[in-house]
C-alpha cells in the first residue's frame, strides 16, 4: 500500500548532526514532491523544506538556511533530511509528508485547486541533549 | 512569506453539535488551502483538499468552504472521535505554512 516509513528515533548532542531517512512505496516516487515537516513537544507544525523528487530541486525555510538539507536516491524511493549543529530547540518530531495536486476540468481546460499533503511518514523523534 | 492565521485555539462542544474553525490569510490564496487533524501521539490526518474537497475515507461531517483569504472548517454532529488538533495549511507558495492548531474538546 501506498506509506512512507521513517528512520528510527535518534538521540544527539547540541553541535552534532542528524539525518533522518522517508521510504516510499506503493507510489511512482518521482512524480511528487516530499515535505519535512517538524513538531516540538506541545506546540504547532512547522514546515522546513521540500525537494521536488523528479529533478532534485529543493526549498527551505529561512530559519534553517545553511543547516538543512533535503535530498532523495530514487533508486531506493528515498527521502533524506539532514540536520546540522543541533540545539536543544531542535526537539521535535519530525514527519515527511507527500504533496499531491488537485485538479480540476472545465470542459477541456485542467486546471490545479490546491495542493495537500496527503501521505505521511509515521514521525521520527530526534531529542538533542547535552 | 504568507501568514496563516487560525481561530479559536481552543474549544469545546458537545457530541451532536457543529462547530467551525476558520483560517485567514495574509494573502490571496484561491484555494490552496488543506485542513488535517492530528489525535494525541499521532501522525496529521489530511482531511480537506483545495479548500473544500472531501479526502478518500473522511466522514461527510467534515466540510470546508472559502476561498482567497478566507477559509472555514466545519465538523457537524460532532462525536467523541472528533477530539483532536485540527490545523489548516496554505500551499499557495512555499514557504508552505499552517496555522497555530485548533484544540477541540468533546464534553
Known amino acids: 500500500q501506498v506509506q512512507h516509513v521513517q528512520s528510527g528515533a535518534e538521540v544527539k548532542r547540541p553541535g552534532a548532526s542528524v539525518t533522518v531517512s522517508c521510504r516510499a512505496s506503493g507510489y511512482i516516487f518521482t512524480n511528487y514532491s516530499m515535505h519535512w515537516v517538524r513538531q516540538a513537544p506541545g506546540q504547532s507544525l512547522e514546515w522546513m523544506g521540500w525537494i521536488n523528487v523528479g529533478n532534485g530541486l529543493t526549498k527551505y525555510l529561512e530559519k534553517f538556511q545553511g543547516r538543512v538539507t533535503i535530498t532523495r536516491d530514487t533508486s531506493a524511493s528515498q527521502v533524506y533530511l539532514q540536520l546540522s549543529n543541533l540545539r536543544s530547540e531542535d526537539t521535535a518530531i519530525y514527519y515527511c509528508a507527500r504533496e499531491s495536486i488537485y485538479v480540476a476540468s472545465r470542459g477541456t481546460y485542467r486546471y490545479t485547486t490546491g495542493n495537500a499533503f496527503d501521505i505521511w511518514g509515521q514521525g521520527t523523534v530526534v531529542s538533542v541533549s547535552s | 512569506d504568507i501568514q496563516v492565521t487560525q481561530s479559536p485555539p481552543s474549544l469545546s462542544a458537545s457530541v451532536g453539535d457543529r462547530v467551525t474553525i476558520s483560517c485567514r490569510t495574509s494573502?490571496?490564496?484561491?484555494?490552496?488551502l488543506s485542513w488535517y487533524q492530528q489525535k494525541p501521539g499521532k501522525v496529521p490526518e489530511l482531511l480537506i483538499y483545495s479548500a473544500s474537497g472531501l479526502q478518500s475515507g473522511v466522514p461527510s461531517r467534515f466540510s470546508g468552504s472559502g476561498s482567497g483569504t478566507e477559509f472555514t472548517l466545519t465538523i457537524n454532529s460532532l462525536r467523541p472521535e472528533d477530539s483532536a488538533t485540527y490545523y489548516c495549511?496554505?500551499?499557495?507558495?512555499?514557504?508552505?505554512?499552517f496555522g497555530q492548531g485548533t484544540k477541540l474538546e468533546i464534553k
Open positions: 495549511l496554505q500551499s499557495y507558495s512555499t514557504p508552505r505554512t
Open positions: 494573502h490571496n490564496i484561491n484555494t490552496y
